[in-house]
């Protein structure tokens, strides 16, 4: 039998949603934790929950407090947030080709220089992760990854960009991301995917979910204009890899 | 099929209904209405679902025009002048108007945003069960974008239904309520007070996302990053200036600023309807303070239909006062355009 976790906190978010903070920093084990939490909450529903969000380290439950209070949904919630959660077995796996630096990664030389290296080197490390969504937010299909290796750890810039392109690569801090939007961002921009991972009119109209693997490949950009159009007609031009 | 064509309108006017939700894990805004109650008092007027798709009009004027057809509307919210073909039409009233006749909204006299429902609903197809418009996004129906003169809804042909009225209880006026938290541990006891205690206005530069909020500036106990986590309708974040932003309908579903605190369901519409620059206090209440009152908003909006009334109009005031003798009601008569049936049966 698994030895239960310590109880995550549960933070009224207004008078129907409340957070279940497991952790205030970024870190693997409580998205771990996060995770199994919203996935034991789709299988076995707990009556009046509207809506699960899931981040990095905390789990938002939208409620109607017309059918469960705040005192009696945290009872039913705390027993299935301290369970530890079981071993990822089957994670589905994205492989997602990006154009890298040039006009699709415009602070690859910058990054390059900052860390002391050339943008070859910066491109094979980034490419060379194995990333976990561990959330989607800010804008439809904003992929937030962990797992970006230390070397590129890098504070995001002094002023942001007002505008940066749909399918953009980027780091930030500890994490990396795939933008699907065109968006404000002050992150540092390594490439362009062509990738849509929010697609309105597409079946999945979301490519990506929470608890997803990515890895990436460095694609020409004569190449990435090919694959933009025929994603544009619908394609996901992403390979999925089952485990 | 009659339509309704849109003749002018000011910025910040967009189709909304209830809102998209089911996906704000993938990073969907829920957007939806502004003031939901406002929304629902439209709609029930004319006999639509309490959060049917609407047209919510901004501060500024709009005229809409019949063609094809009669078509029957409602509004409600944001008080104005409005008037078809030069009669006025009194706020949360139904009106119908003849093919080519023109309702004309003015200008919000206090408040912000002022609900028009059509007969039947607006017509459109929903993502996520909603038409409500993300222009961020690029999501909603029949426009995925703010409304622009010339724009047009096909809408169902006026039922011709007598029109009605709707009685609203009076506005509740004082501090809007919160909830603190849920990261009001990363500000002390003195900014939380400042919080609490301080008159604030809303600034002119918000809209549908956001609400800045000008006041004093509010200092964080640890530096204003946190991990970004999700947000709801109401999140009051405090960015590194100090000066709070509270989230509003088209909120990003996630943010990395600490909530020092969270609006209460039944005042986040209350919020929405503050103009910019009048000066308004917040209050905290408990967790079971808020949710009594969430299930009393809820409960309002489901019985809006027990509130409708026969619209007053000339017409139906010389029966009143006709009646009068037999059935002892009290008739205003003081003006014939707005004589008023002041006792019910």
Known sequence: MAVPLPP?????????????????????????????????????????????????????????????????????????????????????RWRIPVAYGGEHGIDLEDVAKALDTTPDDIVARHAGGDYKVAMIGFTPGWSYLSGLDKSLHMSRRQSPRLLTPAGTISIGGVQAGIQCLAAPSGWHLLGRTPVRTYQLHRNPTFLTEPGDRVTFFAIHHKEFEELDRAAEAGEIVAEQVIA | MSRLVVASIGPASSVQDGGRHGAQRYGLTVSGAMDRLSLAAANTLVGNAPFAAAVEIGPFGAVFTARDGAVRVAISGAPRNADVAGSPVAMDNSVTLKDGET???????????????????????????SLAVNARAGLG??????????????????????????????????????????????????????????????????????????????????????????????????????????LMMDRGTSGGYPKIATVITADV??????????????????????????????????????????????????????????????????????WQVTAEP
């Open chain 1, 8 to 92: 995550p906190r549960l933070l009224p978010s207004g008078d129907s949603a409340v957070t279940v903070e497991f952790s205030r920093t970024i870190d693997d084990d409580a998205n771990q934790r996060v995770l199994a939490l919203d996935k034991a909450l789709a299988a076995s529903p707990i009556d009046g929950i509207t809506e699960t969000v899931p981040t990095y380290r905390s789990l938002l439950v939208h409620y109607d407090p017309g059918k469960i209070g705040f005192d009696a949904l945290g009872e039913k919630l705390l027993p299935i947030a301290i369970q530890p959660p079981p071993p990822v077995t089957k994670a589905r």
């Open chain 2, 103 to 129: 309702l004309t909204l003015g200008f919000a006299r206090g408040g912000a945003f002022t609900y028009l429902a059509i007969e039947g609903t607006i017509k459109g197809e929903p993502v996520f069960g």
């Open chain 2, 141 to 246: 129906s029949p426009y995925p974008r703010p409304l622009q003169a010339g724009d047009e809804f096909s809408v169902d042909a006026a039922s011709g239904a007598p029109e009605l009225r709707i009685e609203l209880p009076k506005p509740v006026s004082g501090p809007i309520r919160v909830l603190l938290g849920p990261q009001d541990d990363e500000f002390d006891d003195a900014n939380k007070a400042l919080f609490l205690d301080s008159e604030w206005k809303i600034s002119a530069t918000s809209d549908r996302m956001g609400y800045r909020l000008e006041g004093p500036a509010i200092k964080h106990l640890h530096g204003h990053n946190i991990v970004s986590d999700g947000t709801v309708n109401g999140s009051i974040q405090v960015p590194g200036n100090g000066a709070p932003i509270a």
């Open chain 2, 269 to 338: 519409g209350r919020l929405a309807q503050t103009s910019a620059g009048t000066a308004f206090r917040f209050k905290a209440v408990s967790v079971a303070e808020a949710q009594d009152e969430a299930k009393k908003f809820a409960q309002l909006i489901r019985n809006l239909p027990d509130r409708l009334r026969t619209a007053d109009s000339v017409a139906l005031n010389i029966e009143a006062l006709s009646d009068a003798n037999v059935a002892g009601y009290a008739v205003s008569a003081v003006d014939a355009g707005t």
